[in-house]
């Protein structure tokens, strides 16, 4: 089952530039940064209370992020939700019928196993199941 908001992600054209405004917001520096060649993004992490803020920059124009901005200026990508298990809370949604993107969870940034919702499915709101890697 889903425990808590994980994180939000926030596409931005650059994380340099995006970090100032951020840092100056949430009071707080950034915590972690990493590029996730696999999705063609590069993220950069802050901490806000139990949850964080995920920034994404695009890093080839063929990926998610890059598509997103193409068609928005920037701002709320999607919703990310912490789960228990989320092979099997993968195979509940499919059963309650939401539209998978991922049937199966693949490797994602600050050290998790993700796998997302269709929007279609989800009253138009990019959603992302994230469990932490067992080392």
């Keep these: 089952m889903i425990k808590r908001i994980e994180h939000l992600g926030i596409a931005v054209d650059s994380i340099e530039t ?3 405004v951020f840092e100056a917001l949430l009071g707080s520096k950034v915590y972690k940064e990493e590029i996730v060649e696999s999705e063609g993004v590069r993220t950069a992490f802050f901490k806000v209370g139990e949850s964080k803020i995920e920034l994404l ?9 890059a598509k997103f ?8 990508h999607h919703i990310a939700f912490e ?8 195979k ?4 309650e019928g939401f539209q998978l993107i991922h049937t199966t969870p693949k490797s994602g940034a600050d ?6 919702l269709h929007p279609k499915s989800t009253k ?3 959603v992302e ?3 932490e890697k067992i080392s």
């Design 124 to 126: 138009g709101m990019l």
């Design 57 to 65: 920059e695009a890093t080839n124009e063929d990926s998610a992020i």
């Design 92 to 95: 509940r949604l499919e059963y």
């Design 83 to 90: 789960v228990d298990n989320i092979d099997d809370e993968l």
């Design 69 to 76: 901005l193409s068609k928005n200026k920037g701002g709320f």
């Design 111 to 116: 050290n998790k196993r993700i796998a997302f």
């Design 18 to 20: 995006a970090l100032p």
């Design 129 to 131: 199941l994230c469990q």
